[in-house]
């Protein structure tokens, strides 16, 4: 959780236990590097954790220099994410604790923020995911406990 690595082909990248957490999936298909953040919060504001990976606002610039260091060139890269899942329910539940919601808007609006395509998404709903993402082909595969395994 709360962290951030790139690959070149034929690696592949994975991150386990995506709650309310969103994995953000980059890639550039010509040099074939793929970047994977784990993101937990939507916003580094407030807190003084110096990991930047942890949040949305600083994680999505932190995976994209490390990207940009391997070769990828940010025209080219284009987004997968999934999770974002709203783990617990309640009609009471206050604004702060919808944190999968929230890391859904703040994900998308970064992303948009650094022109960044958002290609495909598995976001929402209330069951945990886990993804990998293979540096070869640019495939983001999803699990869950509720269905079978895909590739978008």
Known sequence: MADAAVA????????????SCIGIALYDPDVKVAGLSHIMLPSSEGHHDENPA???????PHLLEMMEREGAK?????AKIAGGA??????SLPEIARVGPR???AVRAILQSVSIEIIAQEVGGSIGRTVELDAETGLYHIKTAMASPYAV
């Open 54 to 60: 942890k949040y949305a606002n600083t994680g999505v």
């Open 8 to 19: 070149h082909a034929p690696n592949v990248l994975r991150t386990l236990g995506l709650g």
């Open 103 to 105: 890391n859904v808007e």
């Open 86 to 91: 709203q783990m617990f329910h309640s009609a």
């Open 74 to 78: 940010r025209s080219r890269i284009k």
